[in-house]
């Protein structure tokens, strides 16, 4: 049984910085899986953050997120991270990792076969 559980999430003040963890597990190899992250805020759709290509590592952010944000993972941990700095009010949000074997760095969230439960980041100024 495939999972993604994350972590990392908080109540952070303007500026700040966080880092998220998503854990992959029941799966033979974490490489082969492309690794994303996308946020939902109360009241919107949920939106692309970063992807990560499973085989050359390639990234792609979505668009107020680069520059600020940045994913790399660990396949030696079956993990994948969001390194988030100056954060700022409207990235409060539940973030969620989503895994695809195989996947092209996607930014559309019905191409991921896999979700995790999501983490809450909470940004106050």
């Known amino acids: 049984q495939v999972e993604l559980v994350e972590s990392g999430g908080g109540q952070v003040q303007t500026g700040d910085s966080l880092r998220l963890s998503c854990v992959m597990s029941g799966v033979p190899f974490f490489s082969w899986y492309s690794m994303a992250w996308f946020r939902q805020s109360p009241g919107k759709e949920r939106e692309f953050v970063a992807v990560?290509?499973?085989?050359?590592?390639?990234?792609r952010y979505g668009n107020s997120m680069e520059g600020r944000f940045s994913i790399f993972r660990d396949n030696d941990k079956n993990t994948a991270y969001l390194q988030m700095n100056g954060l700022r009010s409207e990235d409060t949000a539940i973030y969620y990792c989503?895994?695809?074997?195989?996947?092209?760095?996607?930014?559309?969230?019905?191409?991921?076969?896999?979700w995790g439960q999501g983490t809450q980041v909470t940004v106050s100024s």
């Open positions: 990560i290509g499973w085989k050359s590592g390639t990234t």
């Open positions: 989503a895994a695809k074997e195989y996947g092209n760095i996607h930014s559309r969230q019905h191409e991921y076969d896999y």
